[in-house]
């Protein structure tokens, strides 16, 4: 029944240790978004996919990359993570762009950096 | 600039109503949205009202704007425990439909 999946649920990685997180959903929608979320902060856009279409938000680190191999994948890259970026990462789909369009969340990847 | 703010704590007693309180800075927003996220889980939308409304209401949610003093409201009527959440108040915004998010409102239930 799961329509967005988050894998994993928990991660932990060093400082500096590349880490990957996945993001796959059911729904055959065209856009997908990631979101960073601190404790106690609003979730924040990172970037987000229409189709393959990729759109960067202007203050997302360059540290941040995402890949979308095909409808159904899309994936966070942090290439050198440093204690500021443990947070719980969120992925989100939607039909189409656009206010009217429902964003679809999945549970989040909660990142811990050592 | 973005900036959607709300009181990031609400405490009700079970049965009563609650009520929480969001204001938003970009009189341009199209739509307004409430968000809940329970403990693990991601974030599940409750309900959006069009800029063009005044009220809406669906069964105990009713989602009161006004565009004036650009401030949303979101009620709970009859509040349960299973209403005990974080709250998020979010805005869309430019050409693009960005949502903002609030930082939320945790609401605990009391019994």
């Known amino acids: 029944d799961a329509m967005v999946i988050q894998n994993p649920r928990y991660q932990v990685t060093q400082f500096g240790k590349p880490v990957t997180l996945s993001c796959s959903q059911t729904?055959?929608?065209?856009?997908m978004y990631w979101y960073q979320q601190k404790s106690s902060q609003a979730p924040k856009l990172l970037f987000h996919?229409?189709?393959?279409?990729?759109?960067n938000e202007a203050d997302t680190p360059d540290n941040f990359q995402s890949r979308r191999p095909n409808t159904s994948f899309c994936f966070l890259d942090i290439r050198s993570p440093g204690l500021g970026d443990a947070a719980m990462y969120l992925c989100?789909?939607?039909?189409?762009?656009?206010?009217?369009?429902?964003?679809?969340f999945g549970p989040g990847t909660r990142l811990l950096v050592l | 600039g973005e900036d959607v703010e709300q009181s990031l704590f609400l405490s009700v007693r079970e049965g009563d109503s609650s009520v929480i309180n969001c204001t938003y800075t970009?009189?341009?927003?199209?739509?307004l949205y409430w968000y809940k996220q329970e403990p693990g889980a991601g974030l599940q939308l409750l309900t959006y009202?069009?800029?063009?409304?005044d009220m809406k209401q669906d069964q105990r949610l009713t989602v009161l704007l006004n565009k004036k003093d650009k401030h949303l409201s979101l009620r709970i009527a009859d509040t349960q425990t299973g209403d005990s959440a974080i709250y998020f108040c979010?805005?869309?915004?430019?050409?693009?439909?960005?949502?903002?998010f609030g930082k939320g409102t945790r609401l605990h239930i009391l019994p």
């Open positions: 970009d009189s341009s927003s199209t739509y």
């Open positions: 989100a789909t939607s039909r189409v762009a656009g206010s009217k369009e429902t964003q679809y």
């Open positions: 996919y229409y189709d393959k279409d990729f759109n």
């Open positions: 729904l055959n929608h065209n856009v």
């Open positions: 009202i069009f800029s063009n409304m």
């Open positions: 979010a805005e869309s915004i430019g050409r693009d439909d960005k949502i903002i």
